[in-house]
């Protein structure tokens, strides 16, 4: 099995594309003032292209465990990256600050799921 084929490093590569999403859009945003929203738009293409590759090996549990997996690393340390790297998310920071860690996760995993099923449906 090449090691593009393999779910679980799909899945790594989706994580560290997180990542890299997560500190360069955090750093532009405070930089250049705009609002770090803007790249949850990418965010969700990492998650759809994620479950897609991985839906093309493995199916449909593949698939939305594949984007879940990615959902809880992003809620979670996603979450931590942005505010360490002092994300511009405007006006609703005091908003956003008091989301318990448990509800972004829940939150995240519905979300997650749905790209996955977007994913899986387009492979």
Do not use: C, Q
């Amino acid at each position: 099995m090449n090691i593009s084929e393999n779910p679980f490093t799909i899945t790594i590569a989706g994580i560290t594309a997180i990542i890299v999403l997560t500190i360069a859009g955090s750093v532009l945003s405070r930089v250049l003032k705009f609002n770090y929203s803007i790249f949850s738009l990418f965010s969700v293409v990492i998650y759809i292209a994620t479950a897609w590759l991985v839906a093309e090996k493995t199916g449909f549990v593949g698939a939305i465990t594949s984007s879940v997996s990615l959902g809880i690393f992003d809620a979670i340390a996603g979450w931590e990256l942005s505010n360490l790297f002092k994300a511009n998310i405007g006006e609703m920071k005091d908003e956003l600050e008091k989301i318990s860690v448990h509800t972004r996760v829940t939150g995240m995993i519905f979300f997650a799921a749905l790209f996955g099923l977007v994913g899986y449906w387009l492979s």
